[in-house]
């Protein structure tokens, strides 16, 4: 069964860093590429960091390029946790940030299977 829990989120002021996790279970990354997406009110569901072991690429959604990181540390094949470090915060980066696999091994598309709860990022003076 997979399951992803998502921690970290907060209110940061603008300019701030956060650290986002993922407690992933239940799917090996041999089977799932990984990775984060956020959707704002009223906005539609945007795409932040997806990584793919099979692949061995790292992708990124425009707005984020060179200010989030995404890593992961597998503890066992089906144990692993997923990290979103970002940076030079906006408010604009202000969503709710979810962890996610994708539907295969690729992150092309941003076609998702299973998602956590979520965990609320607000950026604000």
């Known amino acids: 069964q997979v399951q992803l829990v998502e921690s970290g989120g907060g209110l940061v002021q603008p300019g701030g860093s956060l650290r986002l996790s993922c407690a992933a279970s239940?799917?090996?990354?041999?089977?799932?590429?990984i990775g984060w997406f956020r959707q704002a009110p009223g906005k539609a569901r945007e795409g932040v960091s997806c990584f793919s072991k099979i692949h061995g690429n790292t992708v990124y959604g425009e707005s984020v390029k060179g200010r989030f990181t995404i890593s992961t540390i597998s503890r066992d094949n089906t144990k692993n946790t997923v990290y979103l470090d970002m940076n030079s915060l906006k408010p604009e980066d202000t969503a709710v940030y979810y962890c996610?696999?994708?539907?295969?091994?690729?992150?092309?598309?941003?076609?998702?299977?299973?998602w956590g709860q979520g965990t609320q990022v607000t950026v604000s003076s």
């Open positions: 239940g799917f090996a990354l041999d089977n799932y590429a």
């Open positions: 996610a696999t994708m539907t295969g091994i690729s992150c092309w598309g941003w076609s998702y299977a299973y």
